[in-house]
């Protein structure tokens, strides 16, 4: 039994007992999972989210990282989304951090594998300031290409074979004829198979005019209405005497695998619930009571707001029930009273006579 130490508010202890299973056998290459991904299946053990719950630490399955850009460490973030997050400071990076900047889609990964539980589809995928039609010929034409499988446990961006014909042919092959840049392959083993990726590296004296003819890649994203971008130094990491590109080449795959590259420099939002996806862009700009609120996660500061506005709707419909009530039932007594006084005429003699 180990102790994980939280920093809570509101809270008299920081100390959960957590059990971890030591597997004897793994049937996969995974080890040591904390369960980020949605599954189809009901956990059959309390499990890490399951105990989160359990000492109200968290109020649903949203997660994201957040990353160090100088040291590049990560922090795991559990609990509700950031503009229901009162502790974080909206400033920097963390200014869009809110409702009216965000935007929610459903993953779009089918299949319940390892390594494809979450993804992306992009609307148009470009290299800036090179040839279009090139471009959309090679990244465009087929609808596998505009996808990207996201998982943040890959220390690189995993590309598919045409893009790479087409990274040499517009950017690296001048570098590559010169002996500047070098192309061997890399054998990794996923799943119990053998996999074999290009690679590439470079001297580092020509860091300067191979930073300077690089062309960024832009994915656009239709309904973030975002264009992510992955730029120079995004993208190439130095090692002493050369830098390598962190983007590696599968031969037999027809998507993007977007790992730790793309999510050190953008922040997604996870609900492993729902299986949506989260992001904040500055060029989406919602009304906060719109059709985009999100009432199933509003925990927060709108929920004050939300107590008035149904009492003010209450006392309206109970004033509005009471005005349409004397209307409808009210004059019908009425003249059903003044009908009796007019037909019914009562005389006090003609009673008695009748009695006696």
């Keep these: 039994m180990d102790n994980i130490n939280f920093h809570l508010t509101n809270k008299k202890t920081n100390k959960i007992n957590f059990e971890f299973w030591l597997a004897r056998r793994v049937g996969g290459p995974n080890h040591g999972i904390i369960g980020l991904k949605h599954y189809p299946y009901t956990e059959r053990r309390q499990g890490f989210y399951s105990l989160l719950k359990k000492h109200d630490l968290i109020k649903n399955k949203i997660w994201y990282l957040e990353f160090d850009n100088k040291n590049k460490n990560g922090n795991l973030i559990i609990g509700n989304y950031p503009h229901f997050d009162n502790n974080i400071i909206k400033t920097g990076k963390k200014k869009f951090f809110d409702l009216n900047h965000f935007e ?17 589809n992009f609307s ?73 990726y290009y690679y590439y590296y470079c001297k580092a004296s020509y860091i300067d005019q191979m930073k300077k003819e690089f062309n960024p890649i832009i994915f656009e994203h239709k309904e973030f209405n975002y264009n992510f971008s992955l730029e120079f130094d995004d993208l190439f990491i130095r090692k002493k ?3 390598y590109l962190r983007i590696i080449f599968d031969q037999y795959i027809s998507n993007w ?3 730790s590259p793309f999510f050190s420099k ?14 904040y862009s500055p060029n989406i700009n919602h009304n906060i009571l719109g059709e985009n609120y999100d009432k199933n996660n509003d925990k927060g500061g709108n929920s004050a707001t939300k107590v008035i506005l149904q009492i003010f709707l209450g006392i309206i419909l109970v004033i509005l029930g009471i005005y349409l009530g004397k209307k409808l039932f009210g004059l019908k007594r009425k003249l ?3 009908e009796l006084e007019e037909k019914f005429e009562y005389n006090p003699e003609e009673k008695q006579i009748q009695m006696i």
């Design 257 to 259: 695998i977007f790992g």
């Design 124 to 196: 148009k995928i470009y290299l800036q300031n090179a040839t279009t039609s090139i471009c959309n010929e090679i990244l465009n034409n087929t609808e596998s290409f505009k996808n990207a499988v996201l998982n943040p446990n890959l220390g690189v961006i995993i590309g598919f074979y045409q893009f790479k014909f087409l990274f040499e042919r517009i950017y690296l092959n001048k570098f590559l004829d010169n002996n500047i840049c070098f192309q061997p392959m890399l054998k990794i083993t996923r799943n119990y198979e053998d996999n074999y």
């Design 336 to 338: 059903r009273a003044n």
């Design 241 to 243: 005497d050369y830098i």
């Design 104 to 120: 929610k889609i459903y993953s779009i990964i089918k299949k319940e594998r390892w390594d494809s539980n979450w993804g992306l």
């Design 266 to 279: 953008y922040s997604l939002f996870f609900d492993s619930d729902s299986k949506e996806i989260g992001f």
